[in-house]
């Protein structure tokens, strides 16, 4: 058997610049610039006011805060952090931890600072959050079934945009937005088989079909808005309801607000990541997917059938993109729009590379991007005097710091994006 | 009588080669067969077609004397057929009870994975044959000699009755491969059948009761231990006489060409590796480095060829620091290098072997003109070394991958010799190589040194060095912990400080 070694640390060198180190720089240099930018533009007297709730006015349960010392203490924290992973080169699990509670310092600095002599809902910015970031939830889930069997997809933006609008052409047609979803998840998977044809069986560049799904998926969505939405026959459809509403649940003070005041794409996306963490790590499929990913050929050469396990896997993963579809013109937007997806789809590989593969780590990338979002809002709304393209861009300078491999030590499966063939 | 396994006629043609050509091999039930061959002999094929990983295009399969027909590893599982690859099929990042139970996983509650029934019937394996491994360990914390146990429970795991081992002992040291000959006689003696492919003679004298000899896709003969000698074996092999030792005249030292003081580098794990080595290696003579494996050897050698960066000391060629300089810089100072993991340093396995053969001169004269490359050159020199080095390929085109193991490792010594060079640095440079094969080799070694190139071999067989060395360093924990003349090392001695015990206690 000549197979072909897989490897994914092609040079065996050991790097100076460690996790650990790249991890506390940039903390550092973090710490550096929310100093520097309190110190100099912050006004002493200002406050920081950070509601719980706008239901449980009267009286405002409001927690206020003086901005510039709380934005100092931050700073120092960062720092502390960023010197410990610096110099002391700790463990992996240390290192996520000080990944973790930096990056919980960097969100409260960003809504300290956001709140500055004004006020921001706590709740509704975690609900906001949790809604926004789901469609990138339901991307990165896509993406890590697909490259967990080493298919790389990044035609994820293309299979939602065309479930988003299959999804609600039926919708329309039919009057019914549960045959719109239906469409919608139907109609990613057709995408992604079209993807698992290409890579899996034609053997191309998966990047280069994936491309093409892109491309296809603006031509296809574009001529159905065109010919079928635009001169649109029937009133439009509506929004999927609220799956709490009227219920007790709904109105609990708080919890009511950041768990049950949502439509169903978020829940879908809130069951489906533990679910398909636990199909992945915890059942046989999942250990063979996971094989297939990291050396198919070892996989072929105990009796698993290579082939199968990733058309499975890569059409499931349409499927699951086309809920994610659905999101943008079923349960938001209530219409389509040409290119309604807005990358989110790529944003969604973001998620993925930062969550390591593992859903559990890539909905926590996707909140924090949900976040971003949710916060670039409320500035807009608040018109808040502060860099807020630098705030809302973190998350991505987190990611691109990660994608370079520096901070999230990403391993990507050992065979991900390489063909098989059969002897 | 009825064999346990009998194969029958069979032949396998690859585009250009006769891979099989009408072979007929018959295995009892609880014996150590052991099957012999030059390199591109068919060894790895034959099992590959038992194995169900290829079709023959001719020939029978009988098990207990029936029929059957295999036509994917699923169905040699099925047969009780288990196969030990040549590279290891396992997963890296994987426990040893995930890689061993994948394919045929246990369940609880209908789908949820069961780790602990499967740990426990790998214990139970364990504890029946003599075979220790943890199940919750990860394959890459563990060494070779563990992965390739692994390996052999998985096929056990599956109820395996026949076992294929494709030339286990060649990752081995020795003592790992005592051990294993060790399990493989427990195995045979509770009823396993075993087929066994080595190129080193003396462990088929250790361990075989029976000895099929393979030349060039066909059987040349079937042989006992007791009927044969090291000699009469390389004969059969190699269709001509074969010469076991080493004939050399003693060295004449030059000046130093490859001086390292200090050397400190860290592994892959950040730990020191190699931790203040200090040597010298003069023109027209050999260097040998001894050593249990894995104490700094392969650091050693991938930082003195660019391959990982040094954190301490310097390297100097010929007088010229050389110390973390680029692969290519240190190249074209004269030096080549036989790696020791040939799939990832030496080859690219999807490239012709013409272009192997090129793949660090490609850019020069006589094979580019400016940018382009001139393909007649590159071809006629393929040609020239193909047939100079004895690579057995059809074609100059054929990409490298498919070459057999043994003649990959040929490729690559073709290269690093085709050119001019004051020093090579050759990293186990025959494993895998079948008898003739070495013979050849350790003439090319000597020949080069007599030439006035400094030669620095690491290797992990001990016959090897002492039959090529001029000088021996004995690599311990990453220092070298004595030097001595080739002339005045005993084996006994060099196992003694391999093992750390140096006599002065200091
Ligand atoms: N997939 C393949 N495609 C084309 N030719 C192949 C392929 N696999 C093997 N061969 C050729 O078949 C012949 C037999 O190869 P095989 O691997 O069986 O040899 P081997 O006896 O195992 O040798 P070694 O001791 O070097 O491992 C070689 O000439 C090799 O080049
Ligand atoms: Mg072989």
């Given at each position: 058997m000549n197979a072909e070694t897989i490897h994914n640390n092609p040079t065996g060198r050991k790097r100076f610049v460690t996790r650990a180190r790249g991890l506390g720089l940039f903390y550092l240099i973090l710490a550096i610039i929310v100093l520097v930018w309190t110190l100099s533009s912050g006004s002493p007297q200002a406050l920081s006011r950070l509601g719980l709730g706008i239901i449980l006015q009267p009286p405002p349960v409001r927690l206020t805060i003086p901005t510039q010392p709380s934005l100092i203490a931050i700073g120092l924290l960062l720092g502390v952090i960023g010197l410990y992973a610096l110099l002391r080169s700790p463990s992996e699990r240390t290192t996520n931890v000080l990944l973790g509670s930096g990056a919980l310092f960097v969100v409260l600095g960003a809504i300290i600072a956001a709140a500055a002599d004004k006020s921001i809902d706590l709740v509704g910015l975690v609900k906001d959050s949790v809604r926004l970031a789901t469609p990138i939830m339901l991307g990165m889930l896509a993406g890590v079934m697909c490259e967990r069997c080493a298919v790389i997809n990044i035609g994820i933006e293309g299979m939602m945009l065309t479930a988003a609008a299959v999804g609600y052409m039926v919708s329309l047609y039919t009057q019914n937005m549960w045959l719109g979803l239906l469409a919608a998840v139907l109609s990613g998977g057709v995408m992604a088989t079209l993807h698992a044809l290409l890579t899996i069986q034609f053997l191309v560049d998966h990047i280069i079909s994936g491309t093409c799904i892109n491309i296809l998926a603006v031509g296809i969505s574009g001529y159905i808005r065109a010919a079928f939405l635009l001169k649109n026959p029937f009133g439009a459809p509506g929004l999927f309801p609220y799956v709490f509403q009227g219920t007790p649940l709904w109105d609990i003070p708080i919890i009511g607000t950041i768990l049950f005041q949502y439509q169903p794409m978020v829940y879908a996306a809130l069951v489906l990541v533990p679910l398909v963490w636990f199909v992945l790590f915890r059942t046989p499929w999942g250990l063979r997917t996971r094989a297939v990913g990291e050396h198919p050929r070892a996989a072929d050469t105990v009796g698993i059938n290579v082939f199968k396990i990733r058309y499975v896997n890569v059409i499931l993963a349409g499927c699951v993109a086309g809920l994610g579809g659905a999101w943008f013109s079923l349960e938001t937007v209530g219409h389509f729009d040409d290119l309604m997806t807005n990358n989110r789809g790529f944003i969604a590989l973001a998620a993925m590379i930062f969550g390591n593969w593992n859903p559990l780590g890539g909905a926590a990338g996707a909140l924090l991007f949900g976040f971003a979002d949710a916060l670039n809002f409320k500035f807009q709304i608040l018109e808040v005097n502060v860099p807020y393209q630098f705030i809302g861009m973190l998350p991505f300078i987190l990611t691109m710091v990660a994608v370079a491999g520096v901070i999230g030590r990403t391993t990507p499966p050992a065979a991900d994006g390489q063909p098989y063939r059969k002897q | 009588m009825t064999f346990a396994l009998e194969m029958r006629g069979i032949t396998k043609r690859f585009p250009g080669v006769l891979a099989n050509d009408h072979i007929d091999f018959a295995l009892e039930t609880g014996e150590i067969h052991c099957l012999l061959g030059e390199n591109g002999a068919g060894k790895s094929t034959l099992m590959n077609i038992l194995y169900g990983l290829y079709r023959p295009d001719e020939g029978h399969i009988f098990l207990d004397g029936r029929e059957v027909h295999i036509s994917s590893p699923t169905d040699a599982i099925r047969l009780g057929i288990g196969m030990v690859h040549q590279h290891f099929m396992l997963?890296?990042?994987?426990?040893v009870a995930e890689n061993i139970m994948l394919g045929t996983e246990i369940v609880k509650n209908g789908f949820v994975l069961d780790q602990d029934t499967a740990a426990q019937r790998i214990r139970e394996i364990s504890h029946q044959y003599g075979?220790?491994?943890?199940?919750?360990?990860y394959i890459k914390d563990l060494p070779v000699g563990l992965q390739q146990r692994v390996e052999i429970v998985k096929a056990l795991y599956r109820q395996a009755s026949i076992l294929i081992l494709d030339e286990p002992t060649a990752v081995l040291i020795p003592q790992e491969a005592d051990d294993l000959f060790t399990i493989m006689r427990e195995l045979a003696k509770q009823g396993k059948s075993i087929i066994f492919i080595t190129h080193k003679l003396g462990e088929v004298f250790a361990v075989a009761d029976r000895i099929t000899v393979l030349r060039n896709g066909r059987v040349v003969g079937t042989t006992r231990p007791s009927d044969a000698t090291q000699s009469s074996l390389a004969a059969m092999m190699v269709g001509r006489e074969v010469i076991l030792t080493v004939d050399r005249r003693p060295a004449q030292p030059g000046d130093i060409v490859l001086e390292v003081r200090d050397l400190k580098v860290l592994d892959d794990r950040g730990s020191m590796a190699v931790n203040g080595a200090s040597f010298e290696v003069r023109a027209g003579e050999v260097l040998g480095i001894a050593g249990?494996?894995?104490?700094g050897q392969t650091e050693l050698v991938e930082a003195l060829t660019g391959l990982r960066p040094t954190i301490a000391g310097r390297v100097s060629i010929d007088g010229v620091d050389v110390t973390n300089a680029s692969p290519r810089r240190i190249s074209e100072q004269g030096v080549a290098h036989i790696p020791e993991d040939r799939h990832e340093h030496g080859m690219v396995g999807s490239y012709p072997v013409a272009d192997n053969l090129v793949l660090n001169t490609y850019y020069r004269q006589p094979f580019a003109r400016g940018a382009i490359l001139d393909h007649r050159a590159i071809e006629e020199h393929a040609w020239r070394l193909v047939h100079e080095f004895d690579i057995r390929t059809p074609s100059v085109y054929m990409p490298a991958s498919n070459l057999s193991g043994g003649n990959q490792q040929k490729m690559i010594v073709a290269r690093e010799f085709s050119r001019p060079i004051k020093l090579l640095i050759a990293a186990q440079p025959t494993r895998g190589l079948d008898v003739g094969s070495i013979e050849f080799i350790h003439k090319r070694l000597v020949q080069a040194r007599d030439q006035g190139v400094a030669v620095l071999l690491v290797s992990a067989e001990l016959d090897e060095i002492m039959s090529l060395a001029d000088r021996i360093a004995v690599m311990y924990k990453g220092q070298i912990i004595a030097t001595l003349d080739a002339t005045q090392a005993e084996r006994a001695t060099l196992g003694l400080l391999m093992a750390g015990v140096t006599s002065h206690g200091a």
């Open positions: - | 997963i890296p990042v994987m426990t075979l220790e491994v943890d199940p919750s360990a249990v494996q894995g104490n």
